[in-house]
């Protein structure tokens, strides 16, 4: 190529003979492609270039013949800048070939000869597996389930993945430039902020801990693991919201917790009943002897009301650890509550307003009558506590169905329909920290006499035994709202009389009963009361002896009162050989604690009289099965 004038250009001579020969030397084994341009952008030198090309197929031709559409403009834009300034350049551009697509970065630089630009020079580097991994990052930091941050040595949000955003919901925008510690619980921010001193200092973190506050105020734990670019400073951190499994551990942890006390209410529940069950008898024989002084008499009744109140004791330390027994009926949650507004009306003080508001439209729940009494009445005095300066008591009947997407939103409930309770008052409330514990048993927040700390553990206890849910939602200074849900029956409801109405008629006898009772100390105060009722008794202190006795007694014996746990063999076990004796013989159990294993045995339909019982009780039982 020559000049106007005739002369050949620099470039020419610059790239002819030896000179090129030269720069063939310098450059064919070089990494990237490098090429020369005159100032129309026609290539004048190029060491190698892309597969499928050859040198001479370039060399000549417009460098944009080899630059895509797409990119054509940034190109031209790069040359031109710097053809007019002097000042090296760059831009990316991307190449097909045979075997895919190569992605350049091309920079560009200007050919001074005697103070003008002649052309320019550029170094092709091939970054395709830089861009393509840089693409997969990009990929995965958005499609990532976890949690992706980057955060800036002063603490400021430099990069969040989509997840961070929808589990705080908050869209990107609004997060990045942000100091992270915004969006911290307060409780959580003195310890978050100096784990990220350690982290800024070197010291990676695994399994860090803490809650983060959702833009609708609701908390999130997310558990961390975090480390530091020593170069820029910035911590890159991912999480996990691990709520909901913490959720489930602190569930599994109570109910470990609720299982631990009923083995411990269970294996002294048996003796303990049948040592009250004792002191009960005994006393009521004691003051039915004319002989006794009214001074003694005293002394008995305040023996008596000790021994009631242990006995209480025990049957709610079983009945949280839904080790109680259950006699279930079907019951219509609005006629019970109706039913007991007047006794709910003697236990609070006239300073607070009850308030019932039935909507269960007549629905059942299947359940046992004495304990829904106990949840109802419970709930009541607790809020009664809660309001020592008067107050608003509402109780409430709904009929509720949780659905799947329900159990997602709360990892307490469950799949169902149920008939709801809700029982609401505007006391003094509840802090997290007591939420947290409400239903531990002895816990209290009453003092040392203000309570056994049972009341709302049974509640919990009755509520899961019955298949339901309980759950409490509390603010301090807001009130408390219990929320009890039973699952709903079809059967219609049976009107079985109330717990809290029992009658105190003593029917009397003159039948013959046979006793077996391995305790003596309960044995001898039951057969002295079936006595003083009129009836005619025999008395085993086992199975094998009350059997021996069935079998010698050849006059009809008309009843037979078998405890159910008893030395080599039981009650049920008893029946059994008893009944193949005698068919048309009649049976009525006594249990102080019978688990699981000895209620199995028992035949379908058999009568339990729960230990410790009261006199009247007894006759009661026993007049029943006679004239059943």
Request: aromatic share 6%; glycine share 10%.
């Amino acid at each position: 190529m020559v000049t106007g004038s005739g002369e050949p250009d620099v470039l020419d001579r610059w790239l002819s003979g030896e000179g090129r020969d030269a720069l063939d030397a310098l450059t064919q084994r070089a990494p990237e492609v490098l090429g020369v341009m005159d100032r129309d952008f026609i290539i004048r030198y190029v060491n190698w270039t892309a597969p499928g090309l050859t040198r001479d197929e370039v060399v000549g031709g417009s460098v944009f013949n080899l630059v895509p559409p797409g990119y054509a403009d940034d190109a031209r834009a790069c040359f031109e800048r710097v053809l007019s300034t002097g000042e090296p350049g760059s831009f990316e551009t991307m190449f097909p070939t045979p075997d895919g697509v190569i992605t350049w970065v091309v920079r560009v630089g200007p050919i001074e000869h005697e103070g003008g630009i002649i052309g320019v020079f550029t170094i092709n580097g091939d970054v395709t597996e830089d861009r393509r991994g840089g693409a997969d990052r990009d990929r995965f930091f958005s499609l990532s389930l976890d949690m992706l941050i980057v955060v800036s040595p002063d603490g400021r949000l430099k990069r969040v993945n989509p997840a961070f955003g929808e589990a705080l919901g908050y869209e990107i925008s609004e997060l990045v430039g942000r100091p992270f510690l915004d969006f911290l619980d307060p409780d959580d921010l003195a310890r978050t902020s100096a784990t990220h001193d350690a982290v800024l200092a070197g010291r990676p973190v695994t399994d860090f801990e803490n809650r983060y506050r959702r833009r609708d105020g609701t908390s999130r734990v997310f558990s961390w693991r975090s480390t530091v670019d020593p170069v820029t400073g910035d911590v890159y951190a991912v999480a996990r919201d691990i709520t909901d499994q913490r959720a489930t551990e602190s569930a599994l942890r109570h109910a470990q917790k609720m299982e631990a006390v009923g083995q411990l209410a269970g294996g002294v529940a048996h003796d303990f009943n049948n040592l009250m069950q004792a002191v009960l008898a005994n006393v009521e024989l004691a003051l039915g002897d004319a002989a006794v002084s009214p001074k003694v008499a005293q002394h008995l009744r305040e023996i008596e009301g000790a021994g009631l109140r242990a006995a209480e004791l025990t049957k709610q330390l079983l009945a949280f650890s839904r080790r109680q027994p259950l006699h279930r009926v079907p019951i219509d949650l609005d006629d019970l509550l109706g039913g007991m507004v007047r006794l709910l009306r003697r236990l609070l003080p006239e300073n607070i307003v009850i308030d019932v508001r039935a909507g269960a439209s007549s629905a059942s729940v299947s359940a046992d009558r004495t304990q829904l009494e106990q949840v109802i009445v419970n709930l009541c005095v607790n809020a009664r506590d809660a309001m020592e300066s008067g107050g608003k008591l509402t109780l409430e009947t709904s009929h509720v169905t949780i659905d799947e997407h329900d159990c997602e939103l709360h990892p307490w409930a469950k799949p169902g329909a149920f008939a709801r309770l809700s029982v609401t008052d505007t006391g003094v409330g509840m802090s997290a920290e007591v939420r947290e514990r409400v239903f531990d048993p002895f816990f209290t927040t009453k003092g040392l006499r203000g309570g056994t700390g049972l009341g709302l553990a049974t509640v919990y206890g009755i509520v899961q035994q019955h298949g339901g849910l309980v759950h409490v939602y509390s603010e301090v200074g807001l009130g408390t709202t219990f929320k009890i849900y039973l699952p709903a029956d079809d059967r219609p409801a049976t009107d079985d009389g109330s717990a809290v109405d029992g009658g105190m008629n003593v029917p009397l006898g003159t039948e013959t009963i046979l006793l077996a009772e391995d305790g003596e100390l309960v044995r001898s105060p039951v057969i002295q009361i079936l006595e003083g009722a009129g009836y005619r008794t025999l008395a085993a202190s086992n199975g094998l002896e009350a059997i021996r006795l069935l079998a010698e007694h050849p006059e009809p014996i008309d009843l037979v009162v078998l405890d159910v746990v008893m030395p080599d063999l039981g009650g049920p076990e008893t029946w059994e050989r008893m009944r193949a004796m005698r068919p048309d013989l009649r049976v009525l159990f006594m249990s102080g604690y019978a688990d699981n294993r000895y209620r199995e045995r028992l035949p379908d339909g058999a009568e339990v009289l729960e230990k410790p019982f009261r006199a009247h009780e007894l006759l009661r039982r026993v007049r029943h099965r006679l004239d059943a």
